[in-house]
């Protein structure tokens, strides 16, 4: 039934079966590991197996067709062999076998050239072999070919072309004539020994360049350098085509040169040798004695290979002088203050020596000779100085023959402090470097520091505003300034003596005193400080101003320097007197009508004091007393009174709300009539003398009256 459940009407069978078994047709050897079967072709068959015995090994292969090989097979070995065809089936019955034999193998060759137009050829027997071929040809085709059978194990072969790559083959035979397997060698001939070398020699670099003319590719050159000096170290280099540079040479030393030309066979010496002298070599020994100032001897020690020397000294500033000569020693001038460079060169055909030593000499540094002084005072002289070639350092050094003082310092400048004022110091300025020390002989000169501080000892008063200084002071043709100073202001007086008068000071004021003595020298240090007080001023106004009858007011203007007053009224029946530290005061007991002097004392914080007088003073006249009012009508009042001794004038003030009213009568009478005065008002009423320029005294007593009564 098919899969639709239909029964099949017919039944069909497929069947296969093994292939035909091949018929080997012929087997042989080409190569020592394999051998090559071909057969006839089978139909049906999808492949073939190729199957080689020898006693107890076997070896096969699947191949798709004929032939097919058998590898991994030994050398010189007979093998049984049998093939097999293949399908899907299985595997025929194995075909009738045959019988063959693998070649010889390869012989394993040495080979080397000894020479550069010989190569030698040898090898290790092989087993089975009864000759040898060998064949010998230039690699690049050109030339002839040898071929040469031996049943020897080596073979020679001559008049090569040298340095040439060559082909080499070698293969054995059996007993059949049967060729082995044939190996192929490449080698090359020794290069042919040079004959000649180009040599440049750099005698500044000590370094030479060698160069082969017709350098061959394929050859390396290999330059020696030999000494006869047994110190002295070979040197080489190696090239091709291109140059090669021996480098680090030594100078003073002749050089035996050779060639080596070697390649992959081996090298070749050059039958001839060729000379190199180097450079002398830079003296030695260089030394430079100052033996008269100014004047420098360069010595140094002569070198091998040297024809002259070339001196060279320069100096720090850059100018350059030299001395050809054939021997030691050169001579050159030389100047304070300077650092020399100096250098020795020998020459010789071959050129300059290297660089050797390099010598520095200093001579002594320059001494100053501009000294002088910047700042004078009494115990300090400060000295300057522009600097000099070859300092690094100064030294100061002032010497007044009992005592010697010392500064030191790099800048051009030093103080010398701790002197003595009013004296003369002997000053030296040494300058120093590191190499040569000092230059002693150095001038000197004569200083002199400022003059001494006075002390002022007294201060004398002539009179209010006129004062005299004293000071002790022990210099010598000094001039002395006394300088006062008080505020933002000051006076000054000058004196060749030991005292100087100082006029019109300013009263109430606090003064410093100082004095200061001057000599070419300088200035000394000012003395100490004395304070000057004067007197305190005077007050510039003052007013008296009556306040009752019997007490004043007196006020007055501030006065410089002055902490409190004492004002004094004083007439010939008494005197009103007070202290106080305010600028008024009031006197009591005051008489009226009484003329009175008016002086004020100031007096100052330390007691210092000053009388100052003014102007006299006059007492209001007095006022009346017993003042009465009477009614004279209802629109009049008389006012009575009981006047002063003195014949004074009166005035009636009446005041009040709807009037003022007033009215002055004749010294001769002491009542005074007011009419037409409104009723109904209250009154004050003032009866009061009257002063100059009609002004009246406020302070009489007041009456009121009643405008109703």
């Known amino acids: 039934m098919d899969k639709d459940g ?37 139909s049906g068959a999808t492949s073939y197996q190729v199957i080689t015995q020898a006693g107890l090994l076997f070896f096969d292969s699947i191949v798709t067709s004929s032939p097919g090989t058998v590898t991994g097979l030994q050398a010189a070995t007979s093998y049984k062999i049998t093939v097999r065809s293949i399908n899907s089936a299985g595997k025929s019955q194995p075909s009738p076998s045959k019988w063959a034999t693998t070649v010889l ?69 059996d007993t059949k004539g049967t060729p082995g397997d044939d190996i192929t060698y490449s080698q090359i001939t020794r290069p042919l020994a040079p004959s000649d070398i180009q040599i440049a020699f750099n005698g500044g670099a000590l370094e030479a360049i060698f160069s082969v003319p017709g350098a061959e590719v394929t050859t390396n050159y290999t330059v020696l350098l030999y000494s006869a000096a047994p110190t002295e170290a070979s040197a080489n280099c190696t090239m091709s085509v291109c140059p090669c540079t021996v480098s680090s040479l030594h100078c003073g030393i002749e050089y035996t040169v050779s060639l080596l030309a070697s390649n992959k066979a081996g090298s070749i010496l050059s039958t001839k040798t060729w000379s190199l002298v180097s450079v002398p070599c830079a003296p030695s020994g260089i030394s430079a004695v100052e033996e008269n100032p100014g004047n420098l001897t360069l010595s140094w020690s002569s070198g091998n290979l040297s024809d002259y020397y070339v001196v060279f000294v320069k100096s720090d500033d850059g100018f350059e002088v030299h001395c050809n000569t054939t021997q030691s020693p050169c001579y050159f001038p030389a100047e304070c203050g ?27 540094p320059c001494c100053p000779s501009d000294f002088s002084t910047a700042y004078v005072s009494s115990d300090t002289l400060e000295i300057v100085w522009s600097a000099v070639r070859g300092a690094e350092m100064y030294e100061t050094k002032a010497d007044d023959g009992t005592k010697v003082i010392y500064c030191n310092d790099t800048a051009t400048v030093c103080a010398l402090s701790g002197l003595r004022c009013n004296t003369q110091y002997n000053v030296t300025v040494f300058s120093y470097s590191e190499n040569r020390r000092s230059n002693t002989s150095c001038s000197s000169k004569y200083m002199k520091t400022a003059p001494c501080s006075p002390e002022i000892t007294n201060i004398g008063t002539v009179d209010e505003s006129t004062y005299t ?63 000057l007080e004067t007197a305190p001023c005077c007050p510039t106004s003052l007013s008296v101003v009556q306040v009752t009858q019997s007490v004043t007011n007196v006020s007055w203007s501030a006065a410089p320097g002055a902490q409190t007053y004492t004002t004094m009224l004083q007439s010939p029946t008494g005197q009103a007197k007070c202290h106080t530290p305010e600028e008024h005061c009031l006197l009591g007991c005051i008489t009226c009508g009484t003329s009175y002097s008016v002086s004020l004392e100031a007096l100052s914080e330390t007691g210092l004091t000053s009388q100052c007088t003014y102007h006299g003073y006059s007492s209001s006249a007095c006022c009346p007393s017993g003042v009465k009012l009477y009614r004279l009508s209802n629109t009049g009042i008389r006012v009575t009174w009981r006047a002063s001794a003195t014949q004074d004038n009166y005035t009636v003030n009446i005041y009040g709300t709807k009037g003022n009213f007033s009215c002055s009568p004749n010294s001769s009478f002491s009542y005074c009539d007011v009419t037409e005065i409104p009723c109904g008002d209250v009154y004050t009423v003032v009866v009061s003398p009257v002063i100059e320029e009609n002004n009246q005294i406020s302070f009489c007593p007041q009456k009121i009256y009643s405008g109703k009564i």
């Open 6 to 42: 239909n029964t099949l009407a017919q039944a069909q069978t497929l069947q296969l079966t093994a292939p035909e078994v091949p018929i080997i047709e012929q087997a042989y050897s080409k190569l020592s590991n394999s051998i090559t079967v071909e057969w006839a072709e089978v």
């Open 105 to 173: 193998a390869a012989p394993s060759v040495t080979m080397e050239s000894s020479s550069s137009d010989s190569i030698s050829v040898s090898w290790h027997p092989v087993s089975s072999a009864v000759l040898y071929s060998v064949s010998v040809m230039r690699s690049d085709g050109s030339g002839s070919r040898w071929n040469q059978n031996t049943t020897a194990l080596s073979l020679n072969f001559t008049s090569l072309d040298p340095g040439t790559i060559y082909t080499i083959k070698v293969h054995a035979w």
């Open 338 to 364: 300077f650092i020399y460079f100096m250098s020795v060169f020998a020459y010789s055909k071959a050129g300059q020596s290297p660089l050797g030593e390099l010598l520095n000499y200093t001579t002594a």
């Open 469 to 531: 200084i004293h000071w002790d002071a022990s210099n010598y043709d000094a001039v002395y300034n006394v300088t006062v100073k008080g505020g933002s202001r000051s006076w000054n007086c000058t004196s060749l003596s030991t005292f100087c008068t100082l006029k019109s000071l300013p009263c109430g004021s606090m003064y410093m005193v100082s004095v200061v003595a001057f000599t070419p020298e300088g200035v000394s240090l000012p003395s100490y400080s004395v304070p």
